[in-house]
Nanobody
């Protein structure tokens, strides 16, 4: 079992930045691929980004590429999402997830464990 707790969400103006954190506890953090997803009201949960178990490879949705950066710190069992140049359309609940190390990480069905989510609101 892996428990995930997100933090760092909040209200920010368009063009601003936020850094989300996801603290993991339980089984070995380094065994898992990690991902971030988001869900806006009335919309399906969508993929944002993923990072491999080693941290050596990342993948981003086109909508956030060049603005968001995912990273992980094995010593702290934490994955981060640095979000810059935020837009109102980035407003959503952001979820952290952990999945098998050899999955692609781009589809929510691949993930076994989820955090409770943290709200990000970007005002125009």
């Amino acid at each position: 079992q892996v428990q995930l707790v997100e933090s760092g969400g909040g209200l920010v103006q368009a063009g601003g930045s936020l850094r989300l954190s996801c603290a993991a506890s339980g089984r070995s953090f380094s065994s898992y691929r990690m991902g971030w997803f988001r869900q806006a009201p009335g919309r399906e949960r969508e993929f944002v980004t993923t990072i491999s178990w080693s941290g050596g490879s990342t993948y981003y949705a086109d909508s956030v590429k060049g603005r968001f950066t995912i990273s992980r710190d094995g010593a702290k069992n934490t994955v981060y999402l640095q979000m810059n140049s935020l837009k109102p359309e980035d407003t959503a609940v952001y979820y952290c997830a952990a999945g098998p190390r050899y999955s692609s990480g781009r589809h929510f069905v691949e993930y076994d464990y989820w955090g409770q989510g943290t709200q990000v609101t970007v005002s125009s």
